[in-house]
């Protein structure tokens, strides 16, 4: 339990992200549909993303996912735990 | 084919699929081929490049999801080609996903192509081994191998297709690159010359237990089926409808359609009543979420069989996409662009259209001319005379020559900005408005679609999944003005904006004026859509993925055929078939006499007070009465009833138009509230009758109706009475 707590402290969520830097998916937030909707696009836990540019607007923040760019609002992108990767 | 004795429900879906194939089989196709893949992949390019013109669209049975089918023939045999829906998974319960699944079970087609986009090959297999777990004869299409190439990735094709199982041919569809290859291997496959065997992916062992535990008992039901452990799978995750599929005894009757009746007997109701408690004993017992899992298995043997065949460039090589999008979606510049770019195709199309529409006018009233001719050389009634020549004839030649030529300059420019792949762009810029207003990200995209026709943008609210926000998109789609409506807006900005400036600029002039109302449309647009959704049309707006595809280079041909054939000739089509009885109904109004009076001068005047209270008058509501079918029709109709003529007519410059209106008692606020009115009102019938058709809802068809008018009413009203207290007259 501790150090599950411990290694939690480093996660944040994939809407946190700054442009351009890198992170593992932890695990997803989310139930239902909409899940089934982001493992389809290959957004599974393990699957390394990378922020790749965020609307004019400050959302939607578009981000790269196994070579394809896909677009996630950010609420949407709250409810995606990830582990930021520091190279 | 059918055989007697074997219980099918035809109200079934799976029997609609199934029964479809052998009538095709039975009219003289040899062979059945599906063609399926993610969006985005240049799935139409291939379908387009074997069928040609040789095809034809539809809808899906009950759905209002196109449906594209065509034929080809190779080396002396007929194969029909059906172009399923673009589509990532087949698991999910989208309806699309549901279409292309069930076509694949139950059509049971004699190859399945899976068209792959090589770039982005990991995601692109999730589908092909989902394919592959229910079809054994698949063709996996590896297709924009250039464009992986550009991003530095080299695909090996022989090793992904040692992997999978399955023949694997590299194409680039677009400039034909390929094709001849992949149709030997669809050839190959459909004759069983080429041997097949494909890829299952691995499962963990307490799903592999469970699955194997129910395997023989799905046998029992349905025989011995290719796909009996996808069929388990999804029974185990509690697919409803191929449960429903089982107990209706329709796999049954497919299979036993195909092989020796004799050797499968329809499942008796212990049968699947045991099935069925075996499937919940052997589910309970997998702790984790089996879609979850499912999923995760598949990604990872995507991930192994990619890395296998997939070299990257050791220094990548410098993204250039990367680089446009920066511009394109810059905090500072992003808008601007958009701006400019829509200024650009407005401006385009308003200075080419220009010496076409006047050459086709002239052409066009030239026949005209001649008609009169020949009925005033048979002798025919004036009456007659004027009612076909004069009413219908010159609707028809007014509505082709104001829409042509724009249309056929503006829906090139659109269709090049949507293969390029800008359109996405536009909808990640301006996204968070739709946030804002509670409803769907595509929207964007069904808004632009909206600027061409607002029938085909109502048309492309189906890619919006939820009928909540889709339903919102189809009410609203309307505010932004369509190429019927630019002549409007056009000549009023030519005549009472332009005139006020320079010749050099005015045309720029009445480029930015038109923007500007473009600009109140759309955001009436968010503001409709805000209301819905918080009052009629409750809700929050629901997850959405937008995919930003690579730009591409446009293929001119398809360009020019796409906005030809789909688009102008379609639109124009329609116009004419609502326009025709339009021009004649304004040939009446305009000819006979009551009391000394025209029907339309009577009609004008009792109009008359509500026009004014809006900044309109009598004949500019009474033309847009008339021109419900067609608003092409509108400015002509106006010069007709401020003229007193009997006929529409054209004048020959902006300075005499000017006058004539003037003299009217149009002013700038007419101007204004005419322009407005314009762009809010409501919907022209064609876009009506496409309401109706995708919503099959009459409260819904006329509150598309009602909304518009309340605010173009409401608006108008406003504007009007506010620039009259300022002292404007």
């Known amino acids: ?23 593992r ?9 909409t899940r089934r909707r982001l493992l389809d696009l290959g957004l599974l836990p393990g699957t390394e993303v990378r922020t790749v540019m965020r609307s004019p607007l400050g959302t939607p923040t578009a981000y790269d996912i196994r070579g394809s760019v896909l677009a996630l609002r950010t609420e949407d992108a709250s409810k995606i735990v990830v582990k930021p990767l520091y190279s | 084919m059918m055989k007697d004795g074997i219980n099918v429900d035809t109200k079934g879906e799976g029997h609609d699929y199934y029964q479809e194939r052998h009538e095709d089989l039975e009219k003289g196709h040899d062979y059945l081929v599906a063609l399926a893949g993610n969006p985005n992949t240049g799935k ?34 007929r194969y029909k080609l059906i172009d ?40 692109n297999l999730n589908l092909v081994l989902q394919v592959l777990e229910i079809s054994n004869h698949v063709v996996v299409c590896l297709n924009l191998v ?5 991003k530095g990735m080299n695909v090996d094709a022989e090793q992904l297709s040692l992997d999978l199982g399955v023949p694997v041919v590299p194409t680039v569809a677009n400039v034909g690159k390929g094709l001849n290859d992949l149709v030997k291997a669809i050839a190959g496959v459909a004759s069983r010359t080429i041997p097949t065997s494909p890829r299952h992916f691995a499962l963990k062992s307490d799903i592999r237990k469970a699955v194997d535990e129910v395997i023989p008992h799905v046998k029992k039901v349905v025989g011995d089926l290719p796909n009996i452990r996808w069929i388990a799978m999804r029974l185990l995750e509690g697919d409803a409808r191929i449960r429903e599929t089982l107990d209706k005894g329709e796999l049954a009757s497919l299979i036993s359609s195909n092989q020796d009746v004799s050797a499968v007997a329809t499942p008796t109701k212990a049968e699947l009543k045991e099935l069925f408690d075996r499937v919940q004993i052997a589910a309970s017992s997998i702790r984790e979420s089996l879609h979850d899992y499912v999923v995760s298995s598949i990604y990872a043997d995507a991930e192994t069989i990619w890395s296998k065949a997939v070299t990257k460039a050791e220094v990548p090589k410098s993204d250039l996409d990367a680089k446009i999008d920066r511009i394109l979606t810059s905090r500072i510049i992003g808008f601007p662009i958009m701006i400019a770019l829509m200024i650009a195709v407005f401006w385009i199309t308003i200075e080419g259209a220009n010496v076409p529409s006047q050459l086709l006018a002239d052409g066009l009233f030239w026949l005209e001319d001649q008609f009169t001719s020949l009925f005033r050389w048979f ?43 800008y359109l996405p762009r536009v909808a990640f810029n301006i996204d968070r408005f739709f946030k804002w207003a509670g409803t769907h990200g595509k929207q964007a995209i069904t808004m632009c ?35 019927g409506r630019w002549p409007t807006l056009i000549l009023v900005a030519a005549v009472f904006v332009a005139t006020a400036f320079p010749p050099a600029i005015s045309s720029m002039i009445a480029s930015f004026t038109i923007v500007a109302v473009t600009f109140i449309g759309i955001l009436t647009t968010f503001i409709v859509s805000a209301l819905l959704s918080r009052t009629l049309l ?86 847009y009465i008339i021109a419900i079918p067609a608003n092409e029709i509108i400015i002509p109709t106006i010069i007709m009833g401020y003229m007193g003529t009997s006929m529409m007519t054209e004048l020959e410059s902006t300075v005499e138009l000017h006058a004539l209106f003037v003299a009217q008692g149009f002013t700038v606020i007419t101007a204004i509230c005419l322009m407005l009115f314009s762009v809010l009102h409501y919907p022209c019938a064609t876009t009506t009758h496409t309401i109706w058709k995708e919503t099959r809802s009459a409260k819904w068809t006329l509150l598309s109706n009602l909304i518009p008018l309340a605010v173009a009413f409401l608006v108008c009203f406003v504007v009007a009475q506010s620039l009259r207290a300022l002292g404007f007259s």
């Open chain 1, 1 to 23: 339990m501790e150090l599950r707590l411990s290694k939690n402290l480093e996660c944040k969520t994939l809407a946190e992200m700054k442009v351009g830097q890198r992170a």
């Open chain 1, 25 to 33: 998916v932890v695990r997803l937030l989310v139930e239902g549909l």
């Open chain 2, 44 to 77: 139409s390019t291939v379908f387009n490049a074997f069928t040609g013109l040789r095809q034809h669209v539809g809808n899906w049975p009950g759905k209002t999801v196109a449906r594209a089918e065509g034929s080809f023939k190779y080396m002396g045999k």
């Open chain 2, 84 to 123: 399923l829906p673009g589509t990532y998974s087949l698991l999910a319960t989208a309806t699309d996903e549901e279409i292309a699944r069930n076509f694949l079970l139950f059509s049971r087609p004699d190859v399945v192509v899976v068209v792959v986009d090589s770039a982005t090959l990991e995601r």
């Open chain 2, 146 to 150: 250039d464009e992986a190439a550009r």
């Open chain 2, 379 to 421: 002798g025919a009634p004036q009456w007659l005379e004027g009612l076909l020549v004069h009413g219908t004839y010159r609707g028809l030649a007014w509505v082709v020559s104001v829409m042509l030529p724009p249309m056929a300059i503006f829906f090139p420019l659109f269709t090049l900005l949507e293969d390029l792949g």
């Open chain 2, 449 to 483: 679609m909206g600027f061409g026709c607002n029938a085909t943008g109502v048309i492309s609210c189906r890619s919006i999944n939820s009928p909540r926000e889709r339903l919102i998109a189809i009410l609203t789609n309307n505010f932004v003005p369509c190429n």
């Open chain 2, 538 to 623: 409750k809700g929050e707006s629901s997850f959405f993925v937008l995919e930003m595809p690579s730009y591409r280079r446009p293929q001119f041909l398809r360009v020019l055929y796409t906005s030809f054939i789909d688009r102008t000739i379609k639109v124009l089509y329609r116009a004419i078939i609502w326009a025709a009885p339009a021009g004649a109904l304004i040939w009446i109004l305009g000819n006979v006499y009551v009391g000394g009076e025209t029907l339309m001068i009577h009609a004008a005047d009792v109009l008359s007070p509500i026009g004014l209270l809006i900044g309109l008058d009598g004949i500019i509501l009474l033309a």
